[in-house]
């Protein structure tokens, strides 16, 4: 028995809630009535922005070891 779905009834008994089907209304400050927060898992990156930016930092990065390692930096 948890509280999310039972709450006292302030006779010393417990009332069962039911689960809201819409759980983004909680989102929201219900002593402010501010805006939804957003979500940024529902909002993705497309892979081939993924595949993108990862490319281009092992390229970076390999571009760095090279000229470390051809200039003698690191020996």
Do not use: C
Not at 29 to 39: D, E, I, Q
Not at 53 to 72: N, R
């Amino acid at each position: 028995m948890t509280l999310q779905l039972h709450r006292p009834d302030g006779t010393g008994g417990i009332e069962t809630v039911a689960p809201k089907a819409d759980w983004s209304s909680d989102l929201r400050s219900p002593r402010w009535n501010v805006a939804k927060l957003a979500n940024p898992e529902m909002n993705p990156t497309s892979r081939t922005r993924s595949v993108l930016f990862w490319g281009a930092l092992a390229a970076v990065t390999f571009a760095i070891l090279l000229a470390g390692y051809g200039s003698g930096f690191w020996h």
